[in-house]
C-alpha cells in the first residue's frame, strides 16, 4: 500500500513539487514579514501579497497566522541546526566557528544577490503562546547547545560557563550581521568576514592586557513615575518583542491602571522611543565618562564593557534590544537606527585610537565596533546565567569572548 503524500505517478510528483514550492515561497514571505514588522505585526493578506496569491490560498497550507509564524520559526531553527552540524565537521573550535561564520556569511552573500530569502529572526520566539512557545524555546535551547558544542567538551563548570559565553556572542552577531553587512559592497564580504574572524580569533585587547575595569557611576533612574514605566517596558520587550508587550501587560507589571500608562506616555510608540532614548542615553554617557576617567583605550573599552553589562544583567535596568525596532513606524525606525550607528561609530573611534596607542590589536575599527554593539546588546538575554555567579565573574566571563577572543581561557585561569 502506499504511504500517504507519497507520489502514485507523474502527475501526483509534479503536484507534490508545486504544493512545496507554494508552501516554501509563503514561509518566505512570511519571514520577511516578521523581519519587518514581527510574527504578531504579520498578517496573511501582506503575506499573499508578498507571495502574489489570495489570502484563501494561505490558509489552504497554514490555518492560523500563529502556525505561519511557527512554521517560519522552525524553517529558521532547522537551518541553524544544519549549519551547525557542517561546522561540527571542522577539527578544532577556531576552525569550526570560522567554517559556521563563512556558512552564515555565504547565505547571507546569496541574500544580497536574490539568490536566496532571509530568514526569520528569532526575537519574537518568547511572544508566542504555548503549547507552540514552548516547542520553539525547546529547539531554540537545542541550537544553543549545539552552538556551545563547537568549542568541544568542557571539564569544568567555569568551561562551560564560558563556552556558554562563546556560543551566545557568536550567535548573537551572526544574528546582527544582515543589519550592516548591506553597507559593503559585495566585493567586500571576504574581506568582512576575514575580519569579523581575526576579532573572533584575537580578541581587541593588544598583548599583554589584562581585566582590571573601573566601573563608571552612571546617573541612577528614579524609580518612581515614568522612569519606572520605561524600566518595566524595557524588560518585557526585550523579553516578548514590541507587539508582545502590550500597555495592558506593562500597566499590570507595575501594578497600575493603563490611565496611569496614559498619563506618562501618549501612545505605545512613545514607549518604545522613550526607551530608545534612554537606553542609548545611557550607552552613551558611559562612552563619555569613560573617556572623563582617561586613562588607555584599552582601559576606557574595559571601563564601558564592565558598565554597561552591569547594566544588562541588572534586575532593573536593562538596555531595549534593537530587535523592537521591527515594531515601530519606518521614519522613527531609521531614526533610532542613526543614533546606533553614532553609538558604534563612537566605539570605532576609541578603538581606532587603542589601535594608534598600541592598546588594542590592528583589527578594523568600524567591523569590531558592530561586534561590540551585537555583544552588548545581546547580554540582556545571559541575565540567568550571570545571577547563577557572582557579578564581577559574570561580567568577566562575558567581556573575555570579545577582549581576549573566543579560544582564550586566561580569565578562567586567573
Not at 517560519?72 to 561540527?88: K, P, Q, S
Not at 568576514?193 to 581585566?211: N, Q, S, T, Y
Not at 563612537?346 to 561586534?371: H, K, M, N
Request: include cysteine.
Amino acid at each position: 500500500m502506499q504511504a500517504r503524500g507519497e507520489p502514485d505517478g507523474d502527475g501526483e510528483e509534479i503536484g507534490t513539487r508545486r504544493f512545496r514550492a507554494k508552501r516554501e515561497a509563503i514561509l518566505a514571505a512570511a519571514a520577511d514579514a516578521i523581519n519587518e514588522q514581527s510574527a504578531k505585526g504579520m498578517t496573511f493578506a501582506d503575506v499573499a501579497r508578498r507571495v502574489g496569491l489570495n489570502t484563501t490560498s494561505v490558509t489552504y497550507y497554514f490555518k492560523r497566522k500563529e502556525d505561519l509564524a511557527a512554521a517560519a520559526f522552525e524553517h529558521t531553527l532547522d537551518y541553524l541546526l544544519v549549519m551547525l552540524d557542517t561546522a561540527m565537521e571542522a577539527d578544532t573550535p577556531e576552525q569550526r566557528v570560522q567554517r559556521y561564520l563563512a556558512l552564515n556569511m555565504a547565505r547571507l552573500a546569496r541574500v544580497q544577490r536574490g539568490e536566496e530569502r532571509q530568514i526569520a529572526g528569532l526575537s519574537d520566539l518568547r511572544a508566542m503562546e504555548d503549547p507552540v512557545r514552548s516547542r520553539l524555546m525547546a529547539g531554540w535551547r537545542e541550537v544553543f547547545r549545539r552552538a556551545r558544542a563547537l568549542w568541544g567538551p568542557a571539564d569544568t563548570r567555569a568551561q562551560t560557563d564560558l563556552n556558554g559565553a562563546r556560543a551566545h556572542v557568536l550567535m548573537e552577531n551572526t544574528f546582527w550581521l544582515p543589519v550592516w553587512l548591506s553597507r559593503y559592497d559585495m566585493d567586500q564580504i571576504a574581506r568582512v568576514e576575514a575580519c569579523v574572524m581575526d576579532v573572533f580569533r584575537g580578541g581587541l585587547a593588544a598583548r599583554p592586557a589584562g581585566w582590571e575595569p573601573r566601573t563608571l557611576s552612571l546617573p541612577q533612574d528614579s524609580v518612581e513615575g515614568r522612569d519606572a514605566f520605561l524600566h518595566a517596558a524595557t524588560r518585557l520587550i526585550n523579553e516578548l518583542g514590541y507587539r508582545g508587550a502590550s500597555v495592558q501587560r506593562i500597566a499590570s507589571e507595575l501594578n497600575v491602571t493603563k490611565g496611569s500608562f496614559y498619563h506618562h506616555l501618549d501612545a505605545k510608540d512613545d514607549l518604545v522611543i522613550a526607551c530608545y532614548r534612554r537606553s542609548f542615553d545611557t550607552i552613551s554617557a558611559a562612552q563619555r565618562m569613560a573617556d572623563e576617567q582617561g586613562g588607555t583605550h584599552w582601559e576606557r573599552l574595559c571601563a564601558m564593557f564592565a558598565t554597561l553589562l552591569e547594566v544588562q544583567f541588572s534586575e532593573t535596568g536593562p538596555l531595549l534590544r534593537t530587535t523592537a525596532l521591527s515594531g515601530l513606524p519606518m521614519s522613527v525606525r531609521a531614526t533610532m537606527v542613526d543614533r546606533s550607528n553614532r553609538i558604534a561609530r563612537r566605539f570605532a573611534g576609541t578603538i581606532s585610537d587603542g589601535i594608534a596607542e598600541g592598546t588594542v590589536r590592528a583589527i578594523d575599527p568600524l567591523v569590531a565596533s558592530q561586534l561590540v554593539m551585537a555583544f552588548l546588546n545581546a547580554a540582556f538575554d545571559m541575565r540567568k546565567w550571570a545571577w547563577a555567579m557572582p557579578r564581577d565573574r559574570a561580567i568577566a566571563l562575558y567581556a573575555s569572548t570579545l577582549a581576549f577572543g573566543m579560544f582564550d581561557d586566561r580569565v578562567i585561569r586567573h
